[in-house]
């Protein structure tokens, strides 16, 4: 496939090769905590280790999440819908989830799995921090595992498309792992050559 998939590819293949995933996920979780208590915290991060990027994030997520933690899954995803102007048929269309299935996992009908909320962060191109809190809304956190590796660097480098991640995740996990159930892969007709990357 193109060079950004490869590079996706490459950059997990670095990050479990090199020890430092879960260094990577202790930082996303200190920014969650940092947006999740702004006042308390927000003073001291000027002299951590964060980037001029990653501050800017949070200054804008900050504001954003002051009461987050008072917020269940359906509320906190009806805001970010609200403020990125994308409504749940996007959301549907863009993550490959049927409209009754994602109203059932909004309405708390349906336990949220976490390939569901991964799937729904990158339909919404949230950042790490937003998907980190949609995961915390469900229960769940970013983990040491093949499939959040993925997802995480996907989201760094700015590829949302749930087909591209399912690509680089099969290819990564020889295809032994998947943003999809088995049935959504017979439905969807998902074969190895359809989602072939070829490494640069």
Known sequence: MNNELNEILIN??????????????ERIQEEYNLV??????IHPV???ALSTTSFMRFEKAVKRHTNDQDEGFRQYLNKLMF?????????SRRSLIK????????????EVP???VFRIALSLKLNLVET???LRKVGKR????????????AIEQGIYDVIKVEAVLRRFTNGEESLFTVKEQEEFSFNDEDLEIELI
């Open 12 to 25: 997990v293949k670095m990050l479990f090769n090199s020890g430092k995933f879960s260094q990577k996920i």
């Open 36 to 41: 999740s208590e702004p006042e308390s915290s």
């Open 46 to 48: 000027i002299g951590h």
């Open 83 to 91: 403020e990125k102007d994308i409504t749940q048929a996007t959301i």
């Open 99 to 110: 409209g009754a299935a994602l109203s059932r996992y909004i309405n708390g009908s349906r």
């Open 114 to 116: 976490t390939y569901v």
């Open 132 to 134: 980190e809190t949609l």
């Open 142 to 153: 970013f983990k040491e595992t093949k499939v959040d590796a993925v997802v995480m660097e």
